[in-house]
């Protein structure tokens, strides 16, 4: 039950930090960019990655959470190629 309870708690934290990172692209003047294509499109994938990697150690979000977010960036880009 605890392990379900922390798994829900991630994805939550996760799911913060790509809405934030959507909604922060919107003000830049993406208005196509979702939480779906954030992942996958390359432009959007290149600015996710560089807003992760300025939280990492700040305290925001778990590093850990972040780490896991930049794996599936790097897995979704290698995928790509």
Known sequence: ???LHKTKM???????IINRAVNKLKRFGFTNVNPDNI???DVYRHYLEKMLKE???I???PDS???EL???????G???D
């Open 1 to 3: 039950m605890i392990l």
């Open 10 to 16: 991630v994805s939550t934290e996760k799911e913060q």
């Open 39 to 41: 992942i996958k499109d």
């Open 55 to 57: 939280e990492l150690n």
């Open 59 to 61: 305290g925001t979000h």
């Open 65 to 67: 959470i972040i780490m």
């Open 70 to 76: 930049l794996n599936e960036l790097e897995r979704t």
């Open 78 to 80: 290698r995928e790509k």
